[in-house]
C-alpha cells in the first residue's frame, strides 16, 4: 500500500460485475473509464468466476489501480486478497469473521464489512480500530445486482439509525458507504438526508455497479457521478431558496402573497376523498388552481407546468406506484411537494406507507398533527387516536423537539399543527457534505418558531382542516417566484390559515357556517394582503 488508511477516498466506490458488461467492452475497459473520471476505490466482485479467472481479471484490474493511484478491495476471497497484494478486502456477515480476516490478512489491509443493523455496529466498536476500516451500509434501495439478497432495503432513515450508532458507540475511525440501488437520480437526496442526528457524521461515499459496469458510456456515466459527488448543494427545489435573508415580518410576508397572486400555482392534489372539494376550495381561495388528480401516466406532464406544485395526503391510500411516480416525477423536475402523512403509525399499514415515501423522495413540507409528528419523529409512536391529533397533548417543549426532529430527519420544512402550530427549517440551505454532515449543527441547534391565536375548538369539528392547511402551503409554497423564500412562505400559509380560521370561528353559527366562513375570510386576507392585520402571532422559542 503507497497510501495510508486515513488518506483513502471512500466517495466513488466502483464494485464490478463482469456479467452485465455491455457489448465491445471489458472488465478493464470499464474499470480503466471509471478510474480516468472519478472512481476513488475499486472493488472487484466476481462471484461467478473459477478462481483461476478472477486472479488473473484481479491482476490486470490491479495494474490499472496502480497506475491511478486507487486501492484495490477484492470481495470476499481473502485467499485472492492476500495472492495479488491487494490493499484491502470486503466481506459481509455470513463470511468469514472479522478477527479472523483480521489475522490472516495483517494490520495493514483495509477490511470492510457489510452492515445493516445497529448490533452489528455495537460489535465493530467493541472489536475497536484494528479490526473494521469501513463499513458498507444498506442495503439502501431494492437493487438487481445481488442475487437472492436477504436483506430488506433500509432506505435512509435506516441509515441514519446505522450513523448515530457509530456515534453513540464512538466508532470514529470507521468511515462509511452507502450501498444499494444508488443511481443519479437518487445519490444526492440520499447524501443529503443521512447525517447523524449530532450533525457530526454523513456518508463518506457510494457504492455502485450498474451505472458504470453497465454503461454503454462508462466515462460519461463517472463524470454524472462525480459532478454529482462534488456538488456543495442540492438544489431539490428549483430555484427557490431555503434560507431567508432575515426574520419573517409582515413586508415578507406581503411579498410572497404577491408572488402567489401573480404565479397563480397549480396545485396537483393527490389527497383522501372527504378533502378533495374543501381542498379545492381552499386553493382557490388562495389564488391557485387546484387540480384533483390520481392519474399516473399524467404527472410527467403535470410536474412541468410553470408553479406546479403537489400535495401528497395519504389520508386515502392510492396506488403505491402511483405515488412513487409523482414524488419521482416532483422531484426530477425539482418542483415543491408538500407530504401530510395522515395516521402516521395509527396502523401498520399506514406507518408502512408513509416510511416507503419518505425514503423515495424529498419533500419541501412535511406537516402533521401533533400525534403524527411525534410519530415520525420516534418521540411517542403508540399515542395515535386513528387520524386525528391527540388534544391532550400540550407538553410544548416535546412538541417542539419532535418538530426539530422530523425537520433535520428528512430535511425539511416541519410544520406540527395543533392549538399552537410549531414550524422548522431542517433544510440548511440545500448544502450537501460528503462526511462532515452539517459541520456539527445538531437537531437541538434547529430554531423552532410557535404559531398562536387562542383556542379554535370549533376547527377540530369539521372535516379536512388539517389537510386543508395542507392546501395553504402548498399554495403559497408553489407560488413563489425565482428566489423566492420557502421558509417565509410556510410561515405565512401557516399565520394566514390559524388568522382566517380565528375569524371564521368568532361569526359562525356552527360547523356548517365555519366551513363557509373559514373559505370567505382566507379568501379576503389573501387579496386585502395587510399582514399586519392578522390575529396569528409568530414566537422564535
Not at 292 to 297: D, F, K
Not at 450 to 469: E, F, K, R
Not at 523 to 538: C, D, G, I, R, V
Request: charged letters at 20%; proline letters at 4%.
Amino acid at each position: 500500500m503507497v497510501f495510508t488508511k486515513k488518506e483513502v477516498d471512500y466517495s466513488l466506490y466502483l464494485v464490478t460485475d463482469s456479467g452485465m458488461l455491455p457489448e465491445g467492452t471489458t472488465l478493464c475497459s470499464q474499470v480503466e473509464a471509471g478510474l480516468q473520471n472519478g472512481v476513488t476505490l475499486v472493488q472487484i466482485r466476481e462471484k461467478e468466476t473459477d478462481t483461476k479467472l478472477f486472479i488473473e481479471e484481479a491482476l490486470e484490474v490491479r495494474k490499472l489501480c496502480t497506475k491511478y493511484n486507487v486501492p484495490l478491495i477484492i470481495n470476499d476471497r481473502i485467499d485472492v486478497a492476500m495472492a495479488i497484494k491487494a490493499d484491502g478486502v470486503h466481506v459481509g456477515q455470513d463470511d468469514m469473521p472479522i478477527p479472523m480476516v483480521r489475522d490472516l490478512v495483517g494490520p495493514d489491509m483495509i477490511i470492510g464489512w457489510s452492515v445493516g443493523k445497529i448490533s452489528e455496529v455495537e460489535q465493530l466498536s467493541q472489536w475497536g480500530p484494528k479490526y473494521v476500516d469501513y463499513i458498507g451500509i444498506g442495503t439502501l434501495f431494492p437493487t438487481q445486482t445481488k442475487k437472492n439478497s436477504k436483506k430488506v432495503p433500509m432506505g435512509p432513515q435506516g441509515a441514519i439509525e446505522i450513523l448515530n450508532a457509530l456515534e453513540s458507540n464512538n466508532a470514529t475511525w470507521c468511515r462509511t458507504v452507502g450501498i444499494g440501488g444508488l443511481h443519479p437520480d437518487n445519490i444526492q437526496r440520499v447524501l443529503y438526508q443521512c447525517t447523524s442526528s449530532n450533525g457530526k457524521r454523513s456518508l463518506d461515499g457510494i457504492s455502485l455497479v450498474s451505472d458504470i459496469m453497465a454503461s454503454k458510456d462508462a466515462a460519461g456515466s463517472t463524470k454524472i457521478l462525480r459532478a454529482l459527488l462534488d456538488s456543495t448543494t442540492y438544489e431539490f427545489d428549483k430555484s427557490l431558496k431555503f434560507d431567508s435573508e432575515g426574520p419573517v415580518n409582515h413586508q415578507s410576508i406581503s411579498n410572497v402573497i404577491k408572488q402567489v397572486s401573480s404565479n397563480r400555482p397549480l396545485v396537483q392534489h393527490i389527497t383522501n376523498k372527504v378533502h378533495q372539494n374543501f381542498g379545492a376550495n381552499v386553493t382557490l381561495a388562495l389564488g391557485s388552481s387546484p387540480i384533483m388528480s390520481e392519474i399516473e401516466s399524467e404527472v410527467g406532464e403535470l410536474c412541468k407546468i410553470p408553479n406546479a406544485t403537489l400535495l401528497l395526503n395519504t389520508g386515502s391510500v392510492a396506488p403505491i406506484e402511483m405515488l412513487r411516480t409523482a414524488v419521482h416525477a416532483y422531484n426530477e423536475e425539482r418542483r415543491p411537494i408538500v407530504f401530510d402523512p395522515v395516521g402516521y403509525s395509527a396502523t401498520t399499514t399506514r406507518r408502512s406507507l408513509n416510511d416507503s415515501l419518505l425514503s423515495y423522495g424529498q419533500f419541501t413540507c412535511v406537516k402533521g398533527n401533533s400525534s403524527e409528528i411525534l410519530g415520525l419523529s420516534g418521540l411517542n409512536r403508540d399515542n395515535m387516536k386513528g387520524v386525528d391529533a391527540d388534544t391532550s397533548l400540550t407538553d410544548i417543549k416535546l412538541l417542539a423537539q419532535a418538530t426539530r426532529i422530523v425537520a433535520f430527519k428528512y430535511k425539511t420544512i416541519a410544520v406540527c399543527t395543533g392549538q399552537t402550530d410549531f414550524i422548522c427549517d431542517g433544510t440548511f440551505g440545500g448544502e450537501l457534505h460528503l462526511s462532515t454532515a452539517t459541520n456539527g449543527s445538531s437537531v437541538d441547534s434547529l430554531t423552532v418558531f410557535a404559531v398562536s391565536n387562542g383556542d379554535i375548538p370549533i376547527m377540530g369539528d369539521i372535516t379536512a382542516s388539517g389537510c386543508s392547511l395542507g392546501s395553504t402551503i402548498a399554495s403559497l409554497v408553489g407560488g413563489l417566484g425565482p428566489s423566492g423564500s420557502v421558509f417565509d412562505a410556510v410561515v405565512s400559509a401557516v399565520l394566514l390559515y390559524k388568522s382566517a380560521g380565528k375569524l371564521a370561528s368568532e361569526t359562525c353559527e356552527g360547523s356548517g357556517s365555519f366551513h363557509v366562513k373559514l373559505i370567505d375570510n382566507l379568501y379576503n386576507l389573501f387579496n386585502e394582503n395587510e399582514p399586519s392585520k392578522w390575529s396569528a402571532t409568530l414566537q422564535q422559542l
